[in-house]
């Protein structure tokens, strides 16, 4: 089966949406008022598969730009890992898949982890990226800073890093001494599929911000040589991951020092793919708002970049709130670009920028 992000997939769906339409106008049955019939039949129902396909085929270049469903399973919900994640118990086990060089020399090494999530049977896939220095002598007995990047919401971890192009970005600035070594990890945000969990701990049901703040962590210091929580890990991400990451940064601000937060936005929500994440409660909700959260407690030391771009109708107007709020406060960044809409394309020139950025801090 093609990929329901593939190329050949989109150029199949176009072709075949002409050849339908095509063959829906010249139809001809020749005879009675039976073929007749047949024919009227004939070509109500190709207009009716053309309609159908033209859809399919406008969905899938949206999905493609967008990255809203990475595989089939996704687009149909479907899932090994459907066990309910709740609290209690100890953090979950690791074990990690030896990955290939990424394509082009000095691009660093791409791996998998899979982490058991405490309390659950569940175990999920998450990306671990390790630069080419990882494996050189002279770090043999270096621990690395982390970056955590959290993909969007119903997006794959794969896919944010290969549209952000990250393994080739995050090496060039490394090669150039702009940004010190450091490993990336790329965590699923949908834990509990098909459910949008806003990286809450919904209590009584997913610990989604546990998963993201204790799960990874302690999976991936104990299989790579990185440094623990705290000063030299900082969080990143795209849409609903730019929304976690500012979450987990504000929520957590002993464990990550600094955040970006691409196209994000910053108020809790809940709607028909959250179920009730709050249970009705005011003060759950307040607390899972980093807007909320920025205003009653600041930034607590930390740091955030806020990268939103003026025509980005999902991301500005939920960014200028906090952005106001935060008035001169020198920890609290932004890099709005004018022109260009909610999509990986637009965003990703500015993980360069953001890279340097963290670097300030340490990475």
């Not at 007749?36 to 207009?47: C, D, I, P, T, W």
């Not at 549209?163 to 001494?177: E, K, P």
């Not at 730019?242 to 940064?249: D, R």
């Not at 759950?284 to 939103?308: D, F, I, M, T």
């Amino acid at each position: 089966m093609l990929d329901l992000t593939s190329q050949p997939l989109l150029v199949l769906s176009v072709l075949l949406t002409g050849a339908t339409a095509v063959t829906a106008v010249v139809v001809r049955f020749r005879g009675g008022p039976d073929r007749r019939a047949a024919e009227l039949a004939a070509r109500g129902g190709l207009v009716v598969a053309a309609q159908v396909l033209a859809v399919f085929t406008v969905f899938l270049v949206v999905n493609n730009q967008y990255g809203f469903y990475d595989t089939w399973a996704d687009l149909l919900g479907q899932t090994s890992q459907a066990a309910p994640i709740v609290a209690g118990g100890a953090s979950g086990t690791a074990h990690f898949v030896q990955g290939p060089r990424l394509g082009g020399h000095g691009s660093g090494t791409r791996h998998v982890m899979t982490v058991g999530v405490a309390g659950s049977r569940s175990r999920l896939d998450t990306l671990v990226w390790l630069p080419p220095q990882y494996s050189e002598h002279r770090y043999a007995a270096t621990r690395f800073p982390v970056v955590m990047f959290l993909p969007g919401q119903p997006s794959a971890p794969k896919r944010v890093f290969q549209q952000y192009d990250f393994g080739a970005v995050a090496s060039r600035a490394i090669a150039a001494g702009s940004v010190k070594p450091f490993v990336a990890v790329f965590p699923p945000l949908m834990i509990d599929p098909p459910r949008d969990t806003e990286c809450t701990d919904v209590p009584g049901g997913p610990q989604a911000l546990s998963w993201l703040t204790k799960d990874v962590p302690s999976a991936l210091t104990r299989h790579f040589r990185v440094s623990p929580p705290g000063s030299e890990w900082s969080v990143m991400g795209w849409s609903t991951g730019g929304f976690c990451a500012a979450k987990v940064l504000l929520s957590r601000p002993t464990e990550f020092h600094a955040g970006v937060s691409f196209g994000g936005y910053f108020d809790a929500i809940t709607d028909d793919t959250t179920g009730d994440l709050f249970h009705g409660s005011r003060t759950a909700r307040e607390q899972n708002s980093p807007q909320w959260l920025y205003g009653r407690h600041g930034l607590g030391g930390a740091r955030l970049l806020v990268v939103v771009g003026k025509q980005d109708r999902e991301a500005w107007s939920a960014s200028t709130p906090l952005l106001a709020l935060g008035g001169s406060d020198q920890n609290l960044s932004r890099i709005t670009f004018p022109q260009g809409g909610h999509n990986y394309k637009n965003y990703r020139a500015y993980l360069l920028p953001a890279l340097r950025w963290l670097n300030q801090s340490g990475i």
